[in-house]
């Protein structure tokens, strides 16, 4: 069973950044995409960012130039570099294993996610 863990949510203000990271703790890490997602109150969980095993990355075009995913398979963990950040990135955002390599934005395709690190952005 893999698990996961986020940290590095927090409140700060517009423009500001803010670096998430994503350790897993069981599983393997390596050789599958990671990915993380964000779900502001009422709303679907939706799509931010993903990267292969081979660093390949897939960014939604609401955070593309702003944030950046990396990842360090030695430490098992994946990153989310947050800047020039909004109001409207405020969400709870959840990290989480893809079921295999390939790049991706659909929930369903992750079976393993983490419990989640609020990021408010205030104006």
């Known amino acids: 069973q893999v698990e996961l863990a986020e940290s590095g949510g927090g409140l700060v203000q517009t423009g500001d950044s803010l670096r998430l990271s994503c350790t897993a703790s069981?599983?393997?890490?390596?050789?599958?995409?990671m990915g993380w997602f964000r779900q502001a109150p009422g709303k679907e969980r939706d799509f931010v960012a993903c990267?292969?095993?081979?660093?390949?990355?897939y960014y939604a075009d609401s955070v593309k130039g702003r944030f950046t995913i990396s990842r360090d398979n030695a430490k098992n963990t994946v990153y989310l570099q947050m800047n020039s950040l909004k109001p409207e990135d405020t969400a709870v955002y959840y990290c989480?294993?893809?079921?295999?390599?390939?790049?991706?934005?659909?929930?369903?395709?992750?079976?393993?996610w983490g419990q989640g690190t609020q990021v408010t952005v205030s104006s």
């Open positions: 989480a294993r893809r079921k295999d390599v390939a790049l991706g934005h659909n929930p369903s395709s992750y079976p393993y």
């Open positions: 990267i292969r095993y081979d660093d390949m990355t």
């Open positions: 069981r599983g393997t890490f390596d050789s599958y995409t």
